[in-house]
């Protein structure tokens, strides 16, 4: 008679087989190592920056950054065929095991002889981005930036040359804007590196108070943008700066018809073309470059120097001399592929005064006193890791200080002051080939002092303007005090040999709001979906609807101006259109957005 084992003999054995397998599975993880190292040019050890290195066989792959430096993996333990490719170098190959420990390897590339070079074509793989859930995303680098005619070289003047942009001039807090699709400057959102820009524009339209200089591109969403922005109803303009270059010093120095700026940049010690002419006069092999590097440029506006000699003097004193300055600060640290540490700083200060100090005391006019002055100061610090090619993490902080004051005859004024900190944490893994995840949190506190002896600002909708002298003057003196958490998650699926992409996503936040005598506690949550098709390899289809929220502004919750009760203004925008690739640079792309207001 055979026995067979009792339950509980059986549970476990079965959890012993699951102990030892998982085991062995943690063990064979544990012992997973990277393959690193250096691409340099062999004949001048210079290294080599955007060269493809891939293990054969595999999808893993990766390109050196601008040191030649590259990390693949981790990888089980096993042999691998390292491939290294860039267009007019010989393609080469090495073979390295993979034992638990990370394996580092210095190449040498020799670049392609006569007939090679076709060769080498043929064998180099290009990968792209995959496509962005956003169905409204227009991104635009630094070269279309300095190259479209007309936009001076100005980032955000490309934005204006888009189809339903216009710049409608100062909006809200000393700010600057853009009208997007019919909707007000204030309910867009301007970002540089994920953080708020509160003065896109010097004096609503001059120039951006961001140098384009130091951007490495700029995405557009005229509508229909994921779950990571948010505080908008209409589009949304992000600025995306570059580091600092690591390879010499270097500057520029501009000279226009009212403005000039001038750049510095370049690294904090040896830097790779240094490292690279050492190692040619020794014959020795490169030494590690420094990865510190670093730059700042400023600009100024000098049409105050020009006005007071081209006036007559019986008009000087009704004229009015803008001043505007800006300046950008940057700094990297970066050893490895993997941490990359950051400072990118920025701040702007406009002013406006009159010309000539004579007034006329007999008549109530602006004559008799003018002055304006808006500013800004926003230092960004950020941390970006990637541990491997599918997952990526950026934490930053970034602390602001804007001032805004206007005197007009005398006694009427308004004073804003705000004090800002925010963090933001953005995490994006690829799950698998066919699914991202994407989820992010934004917190942060404010604190608004506002002072004025003033008339109502006017606001959208209103049928006149103030009239500053005869309305009736309001006297105030107000702290208003924010908290806010946002939070989010976006998951996008690409099915069907990735043809169909169905993006869901989710947006939370609340926001506590408190003066001396009024407080209130808001929140929303949004919901969105995007879907894309692509029908043939030329045509692709794409839709989207989703809520939008926007908290009131400071001014709009504090007495006298306000109502503490305000809800967050909620839009709903859906939409739906094509994008046509005709070949050889040549693109359609339509959406029809509606937007409603709830």
Do not use: C
Not at 227 to 253: D, H, Y
Request: proline share 5%.
């Amino acid at each position: 008679m055979i026995r067979r084992p009792n339950s509980s003999l059986r549970s476990v054995g079965i959890l012993a087989i699951l102990v030892v397998i998982s085991l062995t599975w943690a063990g064979s993880a544990l012992a997973d190592g990277r393959v690193t190292g250096t691409v340099s040019n062999e004949e001048d050890f210079i290294p080599i920056e955007g060269l493809q290195v891939l293990v054969e066989g595999t999808e893993v792959e990766t390109t050196t950054d601008e040191t030649g430096s590259f990390s693949l993996g981790p990888l089980p333990d096993g042999s691998y065929t390292i491939v290294f490719q860039s267009l007019g170098f010989r393609r080469q190959t090495r073979t390295v095991q993979v034992d638990g420990s990370d394996v580092d390897l210095s190449v040498d590339m020799r670049r392609a002889g006569e007939g090679e070079a076709a060769v080498q074509l043929s064998e180099v793989v290009v990968s792209s981005e995959r496509e962005t859930a956003d169905v409204s995303k227009k991104t635009l680098s630094k070269t279309e930036i300095q190259t479209l005619p007309g936009a001076g070289q100005d980032a955000v003047r490309v934005v204006e040359s888009l189809p339903g942009v216009a710049n409608q001039g100062p909006a809200g807090f000393g700010s600057g804007g853009l009208a997007i699709r019919g909707n007000g400057p204030e309910e867009s959102g301007y970002y540089i590196d994920g953080f708020f820009i509160p003065q896109l524009f010097h004096f609503g339209g001059l120039q951006t108070t961001i140098n384009s200089e130091w951007l490495e591109s700029l995405d557009y969403y005229s509508g229909g943008y994921s779950v990571r922005f948010g505080e908008a109803l209409g589009g949304i303009v992000e600025l995306n700066s570059r580091p600092p270059t690591s390879e010499k010093f270097s500057g520029v120095v501009d000279l226009t018809n009212y403005a000039s700026f001038a750049l510095v940049e370049g690294p904090i010690g040896k830097g790779t073309e240094a490292v690279a002419e050492e190692a040619r006069k020794t014959g020795q092999p490169a030494k590690e470059p420094s990865p510190w590097s670093g730059g700042a440029s400023v600009r100024r506006s000098f049409l105050d120097f020009i006005l007071p000699e081209v006036i007559p003097e019986d008009q000087a004193r009704f004229t009015i001399a803008p001043v505007f300055y800006d300046y950008q600060l940057a700094a990297q640290y970066q050893k490895d592929p993997i941490n990359n540490f950051r400072v990118f700083w920025v701040g702007s200060v406009d002013s406006l005064g009159l010309v000539s100090d004579e007034t006329d005391e007999e008549a109530p006019t602006a004559d008799q006193g003018f002055d304006y002055e808006v500013a800004y100061h926003r230092p960004i610090l950020s941390w970006t890791h990637t541990p491997s090619p599918k997952i990526n993490n950026r934490l930053a902080v970034s602390p602001l200080y804007q001032v805004f004051r206007v005197e007009i005859y005398q006694d009427k004024f308004v004073e804003g002051e705000q004090n800002q900190i925010e963090l933001r944490d953005d995490f994006t893994a690829d799950l698998a080939d066919w699914n991202t995840l994407s989820l992010g949190m934004h917190t942060g506190y404010n604190l608004f002092n506002f002072k004025a002896d003033i008339t109502r600002p006017p606001k959208e909708g209103d049928p006149g303007g103030a009239d500053l002298f005869n309305d009736q003057s309001f006297l105030f003196d107000e702290d208003l005090s924010v908290y806010w958490v946002n939070g989010y998650v976006e998951d996008a699926f690409r099915l069907f040999d990735q043809r169909l992409t169905l993006t869901p996503g989710v947006r939370g936040s609340v926001g506590h709001f408190d003066s001396e005598d009024q407080s209130a506690t808001l929140g929303y949550v949004d919901p969105r979906f995007f879907t894309r098709l692509k029908t043939t390899e030329a045509l692709t289809l794409k839709g989207n609807v989703g809520a939008y929220h926007q908290y009131p502004q400071g001014d709009e919750l504090l007495e006298p101006f306000g109502n503490i009760d305000l809800q967050p203004e909620l839009s709903i925008a859906y939409g739906a259109g094509f994008e046509y690739d005709f070949g050889e640079g040549t693109q359609a792309d339509w959406l029809e957005a509606v937007t409603l207001d709830a």
